[in-house]
């Protein structure tokens, strides 16, 4: 019997490296798994094109897989991938995936804002990470620095008033969403979560309460069991392991 695969996506201005919590975890469950950059990040360099269907595509040439976790941006490009080409993903889990992007509106501000934050130090990036754990800040330290910082303003210019509701309300893979409290930071409004989930039977939407854009960093423990129980509904055997 073939060993599962899973793929890792994470979000923007982050690395690989900022998804090692599930490398452990689905490795724990008998996963191959592979944690993979996107465009401009992770040291990948310049790209001609930033939008998400660019971005998507690079998924999709990531190769299929039983299992695709994407977080933030990463699960927003898992969104729009997994509903181009739904055998590209087994299952599909979405941690607080980014369906609605900045508003035009809104872009000067948060270019600004995200600029500001790349120019943080070291001491000031775990300081920024200090109520995780530290290999959450050593993970951002080494994502600015192979960032391609063009890339920031590219992906934001690119994706102006994007949303991916309507490609998430299309999904035919199994798919959870784990998502924090909008109130806590959480990028999913109650509003847009429940129409997704309501919309589509494929689609399971689970709250972590108390924690924000990050329910991973906030809530590990919370996050594995739903996600660790999902998985065990779906797939018995390597999922209802216990965790090593």
């Given at each position: 019997m073939s060993t599962a695969t899973?793929?890792?996506?994470h979000g923007f201005t982050n690395s690989p490296a900022s998804m090692w919590r599930f490398r452990e975890w689905l490795a724990g469950l008998g996963y191959e798994v592979e944690a993979k950059a996107q465009l401009g990040h992770g040291g990948r360099g310049a790209a001609a094109d930033y939008s998400l269907a660019a971005l998507a595509a690079d998924n999709l040439a990531?190769?299929?897989?039983?299992?695709?976790?994407?977080?933030?941006?990463?699960?927003?490009t898992a969104t729009l991938a997994a509903?181009?080409?739904?055998?590209?993903?087994?299952?599909?889990?979405?941690?607080d995936p980014?369906?609605?992007?900045?508003?035009?509106?809104?872009?000067?501000?948060?270019?600004?804002?995200e600029l500001a934050a790349l120019d943080r130090d070291a001491d000031e990036i775990r300081a920024a990470y200090s109520a995780w754990d530290e290999r959450d800040?050593?993970?951002?330290?080494?994502?600015?620095?192979?960032?391609?910082?063009?890339a920031v303003e590219g992906i934001i210019d690119a994706n102006l008033d994007?949303?991916?509701?309507?490609?998430a309300r299309t999904l035919a893979v199994p798919?959870?969403?784990?998502?924090?409290?909008?109130?806590?930071?959480?990028?999913v409004t109650h509003a847009d979560g429940d129409a997704v989930a309501s919309a589509n039977p494929n689609v399971r939407l689970v709250r972590i309460a108390g924690a924000g854009h990050s329910p991973h960093r906030d809530d590990p423990e919370a996050v594995w069991q739903a996600l660790a129980?999902?998985?065990?509904?779906?797939?018995?055997?390597?999922?209802?392991?216990s965790r090593k």
């Open positions: 899973a793929l890792l996506l990531m190769g299929d897989h039983d299992l695709v976790i994407g977080y933030s941006m990463g699960g927003a509903a181009r080409r739904p055998e590209w993903a087994g299952r599909l889990v979405l941690v980014a369906w609605r992007f900045t508003t035009t509106e809104e872009a000067a501000a948060v270019k600004q804002e800040g050593a993970a951002k330290i080494q994502a600015v620095a192979d960032l391609w910082r063009p994007a949303d991916l509701r309507d490609a798919t959870l969403v784990i998502c924090g409290d909008p109130a806590a930071g959480s990028t129980g999902w998985l065990a509904e779906l797939l018995p055997g390597p999922a209802d392991q």
